[in-house]
């Protein structure tokens, strides 16, 4: 399955009291390879956007006053999107606000995201795995040493790269078991790398213990046995 990391910016919190999105960003990947088939758009949302929102991602209303309203990008948006399992940060959030500007289509043929795709909160997983602990993007990319030095406002398809990267950290960091020829290719590609912060501390190497070496050969020694083969890893 597709995977697409995605993010919105709004113009406030609250869609049923008027809040409306202005910018969708998302990457995709597929087999824990990002794709670089992107997916960004700016939006009018047909009312002002509140200072208080401007100070979060900086986006104005002489800078959105020339974009295309929400109805004019809904088919290429839900077309790029459907299939996909969607990975969002505070999933409620996004796909409340994208269910809500579907609605206000004039024929809302596509119904409600939730239809077309698998929705993964990955806010739950990191509240999951790291239970009572701060898990905002930033305190993840902390703690998971994910360089996100250039936020310095939040917006849609930044923060989407950035939980691309989190994601694959928090999931287990490596894009696959077995590198053939073209996943070697692939491997090498940096735009696939996650961001790793330069002052991440050097991993610690710990060496079994003498006791642990001879249980671990006399494990060995019984599947030998049992097999009628010889184990050696």
């Known amino acids: 399955m597709r995977q697409i990391i995605l993010d919105t910016e709004t113009t406030g919190f609250e869609p049923h009291n008027g809040d ?16 670089n088939s992107n997916y960004h758009q700016y939006i009018f949302p047909e009312r002002s956007v509140p200072q208080e929102a401007i ?10 006053k ?5 109805a004019k990008v809904a088919d290429a948006f839900m077309e790029y999107v459907a299939g996909a399992e969607l990975i969002i940060h505070n999933a409620p959030f996004d ?10 289509l004039p024929d809302n043929k596509w119904g ?6 698998v929705i993964t909160d990955s806010l739950k997983m990191a509240r999951k795995t790291y239970p009572g602990q701060r898990n905002s993007l930033d305190a993840l990319c902390k703690r998971l040493y994910i360089d996100n030095s250039n936020r310095t406002l939040h917006g849609a398809l930044l923060d989407s790269e950035i939980l691309a990267d989190v994601y694959l950290a ?7 078991l077995t590198l053939n020829a073209d996943s070697q290719e692939n491997a090498n590609n940096e735009d ?6 330069s002052d ?18 006399k494990k060995l020694a019984e599947i030998s046995k049992k097999s009628d083969e010889t184990i050696v890893w």
């Open 20 to 35: 409306r999105i202005i910018e969708i960003g998302a990457v995709e990947m597929v087999k824990r390879r990002l794709t």
């Open 55 to 64: 100070e979060v991602h900086g986006i104005t209303d002489e800078f959105l």
């Open 66 to 70: 020339d974009k295309p309203v929400f």
């Open 95 to 104: 796909v409340g606000f994208i269910n809500h500007e579907l609605s206000l």
């Open 112 to 117: 409600k995201i939730e239809d077309h795709c």
């Open 170 to 176: 928090m999931t287990g960091g490596q894009t696959a």
């Open 192 to 197: 696939i790398q996650v961001r790793i912060r």
């Open 200 to 217: 991440r501390p050097p991993l610690k190497i710990i060496k079994a213990s003498d006791a642990e070496i001879l249980l671990h050969e």
